[in-house]
């Protein structure tokens, strides 16, 4: 299982449009999209849970395509470095 980032949505994207954008690479497994506490409009990011070669095909399917007016960025999740003291 493979997560992956999904950047650049738009604010009227929800969990079943971007399903149905990534379903034509396979099986989407979980998704999250981050959404304003206060008006419930998705920030612009989420993350999308594939088996790995469904996974590699909606990047090189998805990356940089449109997608209701904005250029998607689709990649492997990368881990966050902590911030702070050490």
Do not use: W, Y
């Not at 604010?11 to 304003?36: P, Y």
């Not at 008006?39 to 997608?67: D, P, T, V, W």
């Amino acid at each position: 299982m493979k997560k992956l980032f999904v950047g650049n949505l738009p604010a009227s994207a929800t969990e079943t449009s971007v399903t149905e954008l990534f379903t034509q690479f396979g099986t989407v497994r979980s998704i999250k999209l981050a959404r304003d506490v206060f008006s419930g409009q998705c920030k612009g990011f989420g993350f999308i849970e594939m088996e790995g070669h469904e996974a590699r095909a909606a990047i090189a399917g998805l990356n940089a395509k449109n997608f209701e007016g904005k250029l998607l960025k689709v990649n492997f999740e990368q881990p966050r470095n902590r911030r702070g003291r050490r």
